[in-house]
């Protein structure tokens, strides 16, 4: 199954240390000793326990200064002076990302990085581990957001996010912050996420110390230039105040260890096997894929995807090439280096999937009315745009192009996720994909996905892949293994549950475990199939429920058969089920969801309201995980 790039949590717990005064704890001095009377002491001793040496000689100074502008019988200023202290806590960076699928992770880490690497003292969170209150003592904060679905906050900032909307929200006059969103703005609701953390901490009195940027999916340059200069701005703020400390983890709490291999220096793994599972008949090509990471001391768990480099069809080059009217031979400049405008086409550019972008600017460079009257309705351009490859975009109107104009309308190109289908127990050193090739007529030709048709297609068996794993901690299994288990995962969306119930067969997992699959037709559609019903009989799948839409008259799909076992699936909440859904974000996610609510509204006997809030918790609570594209 594949999704949108965007993976997940670098758990740190906030921590504190108690900081000694030179003469002994502030709270020995004998009240004799002081002026201050129990509450102005007790204000003072609270303020002090938090600062470091060099915060309470800039206190000392402070006070003496007051004191030689004040007359001597006043004891506000004493007072004001706590205040100011306590108001104005000591400067740091905190980064708090927001990231469904890694890529706003990712982002933050490097961020995190950078500031240490500047002397900048420095705390990273995920969204779900951050308390929304402790914003009241931050002076710099920035979120890295991306945005999930429709416009909603990723599964880990779902909290946060709901809590700066509440009442219970502190005023924050006293918080700079920044707002790093990442999306795809060939979606309605681009960036969503930052855009709404941007509004929420503005409306609750913080400033931003820089502007909001709202990054695509080639976002790497412009999310690096925006991190250079916030960086440069928070460390110019924070220079005045304490010197920057090594913040520590936890004692016990190990840092995690990383791979080599990521995004940016991914493995060149194998092909093993490329399989067509779906038959002869059917309608899809989805494929079965098994990939060697033999030697590559890369490790994965299940609900993690695989992110795959892919490199384009030459055909499909020369056919753009011809389109513009050029030879293939005219230079461009990719990142500082040279290369031939086939070259960067091959290998650097996303040349099958269009965007409302590229369409825009097309329509100025060709004139085309079509284009320019799509350009004047947005729904409508993104319907076309997301059903349109580039080069039919371009044979709208014939024109010609020079090489640069070319990659000006193009995005860079950017690695496939897809959800890994096996469990390292089970397979060892191979990840298993199942994929499903994007094949489609397109007039008298053929129009194929870029990533699907590389690994189904264009590399053979033994061929070098480069991958990497991208982690994520939005879907994965309940710790308890006597937890039950809910799967939801219609066409290539059973990916991730293949590897879910390989890990609990090699865990002996004790908890009942159920799979909703739907697709087309039984005979040719059923994905896995021997492997489903080898578990079905062996136990360790309690219930398998399957809905295929074109084996009867009227449709019926996975939401239906949900509705149909309400009871059950009731039963097995409120026994402490864990639930998933993989697969099609656009519709099958919203009726599922739908589904759910309607099952805990008629059989939990709850209002609409109550239902959906019930839902939701279950989110908050992770016993509603969701990996949709």
Not at 20 to 35: F, H, K, T, V, Y
Request: glycine content about 8%; overall charge negative; some cysteine.
């Amino acid at each position: 199954m594949n999704r949108d790039v965007e993976t997940m949590s670098l758990n740190k717990k906030e921590s504190s240390s108690n900081v000694e005064l030179s003469q002994g704890n502030a709270a020995e001095l004998p009240a004799i000793a002081s002026p201050l009377n129990d509450q102005q002491l007790g204000q003072l001793q609270q303020t002090v326990s938090s600062l470091s040496s060099q915060q309470l000689a800039w206190v000392s100074g402070y006070f003496w200064g007051l004191a030689q502008n004040q007359p001597a019988a006043a004891a506000g200023p004493i007072n004001q002076a706590v205040a100011a202290v306590v108001a104005k806590p000591a400067g740091k960076l905190t980064i708090i990302f927001a990231s469904q699928t890694g890529n706003a992770k990712g982002v933050a880490e490097e961020l995190e990085q950078e500031a240490k690497a500047q002397g900048i003292t420095v705390e990273l969170f995920d969204a779900g581990d951050y308390k929304g209150k402790n914003l009241a003592k931050e002076t710099h904060v920035i979120i890295v957001a991306s945005t999930n679905g429709e416009g909603e906050a990723p599964d880990n900032a779902i909290e946060l996010h709901e809590f700066l909307q509440s009442k219970k929200a502190p005023k924050l006059p006293n918080l700079k912050y920044g707002v790093i969103g990442l999306g795809d703005s060939s979606y309605e609701f681009f960036c969503q996420t930052g855009k709404d953390f941007d509004t929420y901490l503005s409306k609750l009195g913080a400033t931003a110390f820089i502007e909001r940027v709202d990054c695509d999916v080639d976002y790497e340059a412009s999310a690096k230039e925006w991190r250079i200069n916030a960086l440069d701005i928070v460390k110019e703020d924070l220079s005045s105040g304490a010197e920057a400390e090594v913040v520590q983890l936890p004692v016990g709490q190990a840092a995690p260890e990383h791979s080599p291999y990521n995004k940016q220096n991914p493995y060149t793994a194998t092909l093993l096997t490329s399989q067509k599972i779906t038959g002869r008949d059917s309608g899809k090509d989805v494929r079965h894929i098994e990939i060697d990471l033999d030697g590559s001391g890369i490790s994965y768990q299940p609900g993690d995807a695989l992110g795959v480099w892919y490199e384009n069809s030459a055909e499909l080059v020369n056919a753009l090439l011809a389109k513009v009217g050029l030879s293939g031979i005219e230079s461009v400049d990719v990142d500082g280096e040279s290369l031939s405008i086939y070259s960067a086409l091959l290998s650097k550019y996303e040349i099958t999937t269009s965007n409302p972008q590229l369409v825009t600017k097309y329509a100025e460079l060709s004139g085309s009315k079509k284009l320019q009257k799509l350009v004047e309705d947005k729904d409508k351009l993104r319907e076309y745009a997301g059903n349109t490859q580039v080069i039919d975009v371009l044979a709208e109107k014939k024109t010609k192009l020079s090489a640069e104009q070319l990659i000006g309308l193009l995005r860079r190109l950017t690695p496939r996720l897809y959800s890994i289908a096996s469990a390292q127990s089970e397979v060892e050193d191979e990840v298993h994909l199942t994929v499903g090739v994007v094949e489609y007529q397109q007039g008298e030709e053929s129009r194929f996905g870029g990533a699907s048709s590389y690994l189904s297609h264009r590399l053979e068996e033994g061929g070098e892949v480069k991958v990497f794993i991208e982690n994520n901690n939005n879907f994965k299994l309940p710790k308890d293994d006597n937890a039950p288990v809910i799967m939801i995962g219609p066409g290539t969306g059973i990916a991730p549950f293949r590897s879910f119930i390989q890990e609990r067969d090699n865990r002996d997992a004790e908890g009942k475990n159920w799979l909703f699959f739907g697709d087309r037709t039984f005979t040719q559609d059923f994905l896995y199939q021997v492997e489903w019903q080898k578990y079905l009989k062996s136990g360790l799948l309690t219930h398998l429920d399957v809905a295929f839409s074109r084996d009867q008259h009227e449709k019926v799909y996975v939401q239906h058969r949900i509705l149909e076992k309400g009871e059950l699936v009731w039963h097995w909440i409120e026994q402490g089920a864990y639930l998933y859904v993989c697969g099609d974000a656009t519709r099958m996610a919203k009726d599922v969801h739908q589904a759910l609510i309607q099952v805990a509204k008629q059989y939990g006997k709850l209002t609409k309201e109550q239902a959906e809030e019930f839902i939701n918790n279950l989110r908050k609570e992770k016993r509603y995980q969701r990996d949709v594209y």
